[in-house]
Every structure is written in structure tokens, then in C-alpha cells.
């Protein structure tokens, strides 16, 4: 594996065990009220009608599962092109648990194939990020961070 595939792979696993973390946070009122109610479509229930109410919360549902949809496709499709087994138990983890969770995972599990396959004929010297993608991936991420602990900060 080259230094660009484990760098890649810690990061996926760092975006990974921070979606956990965060999701299963917000999560966990739903599953004192399914354990409450001793039914787990109680809590699941509860918290699709909380998925409908604000005009916002409506928004990034839709949105994320219109892209949940895209990602299914890619992840399928990319998993047969490549031979990677068990898509559908990253899938189905993206429902039960989180998609940022699930996704980087698929995406260790493809930079991990794809390392095997290529070997050790590849150069192990890391590719250079030009300097606006850099900045661009900083900002983005300095966004999502920065959006995110403002939502998380309101609950």
C-alpha cells in the first residue's frame, strides 16, 4: 500500500469514527424511547416524523437520501467492478448506523483492494495536492466542521 493509500485509509477511518461518534450522540434519544417503549419501530418512528419537522430538517433528509441513493449506486457498481464482497452490509450500515460512517468505510475496503491488486510495482513517493486543491479541501472541511458544530451545539 502506498503512502497516498494509508493516508487516504486514516483519514477515511478518522471521518468514520467521527460520524459515529456524533450520529449515535443524536441518536440516542430515539433509542431510550424504543427502549422505553420496549418497540423499536416506536423509536424509529419518532424519529421520522422529527425528520419532518422544519422546512430544514425536511431539506437535508431529502438531500441525504437522494445522495444515499447516488452513493448506493457507486458503491455497487464499484464494488462489482473491483470484486469487492459484502457492498450491501456497507449499505444496509449506512441506514442503520450513519452513511458518513459506512461510506469510509467502503472507501478503506476499496483503497485496500486496490492495493493489493496493484502490488508493490507502484512508486510509494506521496502525489503532490496542487496548492487550490488544498486550500479548497481546507475550506471545505473547515465548513463542514464548522456547520456541523453549530448544529450539534442547538441539540
Known amino acids: 500500500m502506498t503512502l497516498k493509500q494509508r493516508y487516504l ?6 471521518t468514520a469514527l467521527l460520524a459515529l461518534i456524533v450520529t449515535w450522540a443524536q441518536l440516542s434519544p430515539y433509542y431510550q424511547h424504543a427502549r422505553d417503549l ?44 473491483l470484486g469487492i464482497r459484502f457492498v450491501w452490509v456497507y449499505i444496509a450500515l449506512g441506514f442503520a ?3 458518513g460512517f459506512s461510506f469510509p468505510l467502503f472507501m478503506i ?3 485496500r483492494h486496490l492495493a493489493w491488486h496493484e502490488g508493490a510495482s507502484r512508486d510509494d513517493a506521496p502525489e503532490r495536492v496542487p496548492l487550490a486543491d488544498g486550500l479548497g479541501l481546507a475550506l471545505v472541511s473547515a465548513i463542514a466542521l464548522g456547520l456541523g458544530g453549530l448544529v450539534l451545539m442547538g441539540g
Do not use: K, Q
Open 38 to 81: 420496549g418497540d423499536i419501530a416506536a423509536g424509529l418512528g419518532r424519529y421520522l416524523l422529527d425528520m419532518r419537522v422544519t422546512p430544514a430538517a425536511r431539506a437535508i433528509s431529502a438531500d441525504l437520501l437522494v445522495m444515499g441513493l447516488a452513493v448506493s449506486v457507486f458503491m455497487i457498481l464499484e464494488a462489482r467492478r
Open 97 to 99: 448506523v450513519a452513511a
Open 109 to 111: 475496503a476499496r483503497e
Open 9 to 14: 485509509c486514516g483519514f477515511y477511518g478518522l
